[in-house]
Nanobody, 127 residues
Framework: QVQLVESGGGLVQAGGSLRLSCVAS????????MGWFRQAPGKEREFVAG????????YYVDSVKGRFTISRDNAKNTGYLQMNSLKPEDTAVYYC????????????????????WGQGTQVTVSS
């Protein structure tokens, strides 16, 4: 059983920063790509960022390019999403997830491609 536990969300003013963490159980975290999604009320779940199994390649949706950074520390079984210059439109519940297929690349935009999900963490950006 794989568990992903998220932390780091909160309330921040526009222009501020947050770093989300996603801690995975088990010793095989390093073999799997992962992604971050977000979902605002009344909207579809959106693929925000992805990172390959080895951390060598990354993807960002256009709306967060230059502001968000996805990374991973396999020694700590942890993925991160650093969010800078936050905007009110970034307000959402953020989820980390693990790609189903071992040794995958960075681009997996559909939720069905993931087998394990974090519990979600609320990010609220005030103006």
């Amino acid at each position: 059983q794989v568990q992903l536990v998220e932390s780091g969300g909160g309330l921040v003013q526009a222009g501020g920063s947050l770093r989300l963490s996603c801690v995975a159980s088990g010793r095989i975290f390093s073999s799997y790509a992962m992604g971050w999604f977000r979902q605002a009320p009344g909207k579809e779940r959106e693929f925000v960022a992805g990172i390959s199994w080895d951390g060598g390649t990354t993807y960002y949706v256009d709306s967060v390019k230059g502001r968000f950074t996805i990374s991973r520390d396999n020694a700590k079984n942890t993925g991160y999403l650093q969010m800078n210059s936050l905007k009110p439109e970034d307000t959402a519940v953020y989820y980390c997830a693990r790609v189903r297929t071992v040794y995958s690349g960075y681009y997996h935009p559909h939720p069905a491609e993931y087998d394990y999900w974090g519990q979600g963490t609320q990010v609220t950006v005030s103006s």
